[in-house]
Nanobody, 115 residues
Framework: QVQLVESGGGLVQAGESLRLSCAAS????????MGWYRQAPGKQRDMVAQ???????LYGDSVKGRFAISRNDAQTEIYLQMTTLKPEDTAVYYC?????????WGQGTQVTVSS
């Protein structure tokens, strides 16, 4: 069973940076798509960033140019570097792995950006 544990969330001021980490364990296959999603209160969970097995990246429109997803070679760590944070980035951020038709989720980490 794949397990994901996020860390690195917190309270920052607008314009600051934050780096989220996700520790992944269990059977992770080479074809896994890794990603970060976020959910603000009263809103749906939205895709923030995705990283394909081939290294291609996809970003939500609101974070393009500010956020960057990456992973280590062993696929045991997934990162989200967030820069120039805005109050509207406030949400719970979830790590995700999608493989063989199954979604795996972490428990989420809170990011709060004050104005």
């Amino acid at each position: 069973q794949v397990q994901l544990v996020e860390s690195g969330g917190g309270l920052v001021q607008a314009g600051e940076s934050l780096r989220l980490s996700c520790a992944a364990s269990g059977p992770i296959f080479r074809g896994a798509i890794m990603g970060w999603y976020r959910q603000a209160p009263g809103k749906q969970r939205d895709m923030v960033a995705q990283l394909t097995p081939g290294g291609n990246t996809l970003y939500g429109d609101s974070v393009k140019g500010r956020f960057a997803i990456s992973r280590n070679d062993a696929q045991t760590e997934i990162y989200l570097q967030m820069t120039t944070l805005k109050p509207e980035d406030t949400a719970v951020y979830y790590c995700n792995i999608y493989q063989r038709g199954v979604d795996f989720w972490g428990q989420g980490t809170q990011v709060t950006v004050s104005s």
